[in-house]
């Protein structure tokens, strides 16, 4: 098995570089960003005591910050799922009052199962990565 890196589309956000990674590289600040993200959002994602849980197809993810890069990404770690993975949100700045986030995951996955998964697991990452674009930073 070899890893197999996903990509979210790009997402620009209305907000500083610095305050968007201060913002999501603080665990205490995943349920505060629940009650901004909009209800519509949220159907698959959780955020409850510095843990990001969302479903798949395969069963339900949870993940906590694994490693950070300031200002620049953050790298989220499976603590349970049915294959491990990291999701690292990463941060371009677009000027002083913007930047632009992308998810990236690596996932270590055979040929069969990387067929059953790429769309799906595509589909997760621009979810999240629109849904942490609605938050106000």
Do not use: W
């Not at 698959?44 to 339900?60: E, H, Q, V, Y």
């Not at 677009?94 to 998810?103: Q, S």
Request: proline letters at 7%; one cysteine or more; charged letters at 25%.
């Amino acid at each position: 098995m070899s890893t197999t890196s996903f990509e979210s589309d790009s997402k620009r956000i209305e907000a500083p570089q610095r305050n968007v990674f201060e913002k999501l590289s603080n665990a205490e600040n995943l349920e505060k960003l629940k009650e901004r993200i909009p209800a519509d959002k949220l159907d698959n994602i959780s955020l409850d005591n510095g843990m990001l849980t969302f479903k798949t197809p395969m069963g339900a993810v949870s993940m906590q910050i694994k490693d950070t890069e300031p200002f620049h990404s953050v790298t989220y770690g499976t603590v349970e799922s049915p294959i491990p993975f990291d999701i690292r949100m990463e941060l371009v700045p677009k000027g002083p009052d913007a930047c632009e986030m992308k998810l990236i995951a690596g996932l270590q996955l055979n040929a069969f199962m990387l067929g059953m998964v790429q769309k799906p697991i595509k589909d997760g990452l621009n979810r999240i990565v629109e849904a942490l674009a609605q938050v106000p930073y």
